[in-house]
């Protein structure tokens, strides 16, 4: 499995909000790159929020045993992507193609390439004030062959089970109806989506739980556990240049004057 993510910032407010043009991207993107995907990108305009600068586009696209999403902040500047894929691909391509198609600040951006080679349990640092939300990784040894209805009724159950807004209705959808490979479920929500990922042949279901905002990710364990054993999980943070694009002024100025965060700025040559 390959695992890209993508933190850009530095974008234009006009693209990132016209729908059309993301649309014909991520159509271009797996076609080009071979994604696999089992579905046409479905798109969600965000502009009812509390949070007014947090409006924005959300799109998916179901692979082949992963999900291609993005998620744009339009008035704030960047966007998020994630891709999972059971292809291997040309990630160099990969990025090009969202610098040219939906250019950003090289300098101020992220990209972050894995095999997605789960072990064990790894928690790289996060903090809330600084970061822009975790991404929590699940490898679960499933307890039984999950249906349709059993991918359904968990995303729809966990949304408020760990006090996240939902956006859409959970999405499961299987690869092939002739020789099906993977099942697999997405749900939007508004701090951006959670998706699960079940192999017919090995028994596993690949979980991601990616959030533009802070939540207790030390619940998620307990949570998922009900669709069997995790074997391996991991939590890295995004956004992690979101300092920069706080909009409260006084914030930033109380972060900045903690010698901590001090070094943060010194560090990213700020």
Known sequence: MKHVMLDAYGTEE??????????????????????????????????????KEDVGITAYVFLKGGHLTIHTFPIRGCYFVDCLSQNDFDDKDFYQMFLKKLPFDEEKSTYQVSERKLVGKKIMEYTPKVDFGPHYMMQIKASKVPSMDDMFDFLETIVPGIGMDE?????????????????????IIAQS????????????IYADVFSCAPFDYTVLDKEFSVLGSIEASELIPRGTKHLYRIKDREEVQELLADTKWQKVVKKEGK
């Open 14 to 51: 006009q693209q990132s909000s016209d729908m059309m043009h993301i649309n014909n991207l991520l159509n271009k993107l797996t076609y080009n790159l071979g994604l696999d995907p089992v579905a046409p990108p479905v798109l969600i305009p965000y502009y009812y929020g509390s949070v």
């Open 167 to 187: 956006i859409t209705r959970a999405s499961v959808i299987k690869d092939s109806m002739v020789k099906t490979e993977w099942l697999s479920a997405i749900i």
């Open 193 to 204: 989506h959670i998706a699960l990922h079940y192999s017919y042949e090995t028994g596993s």
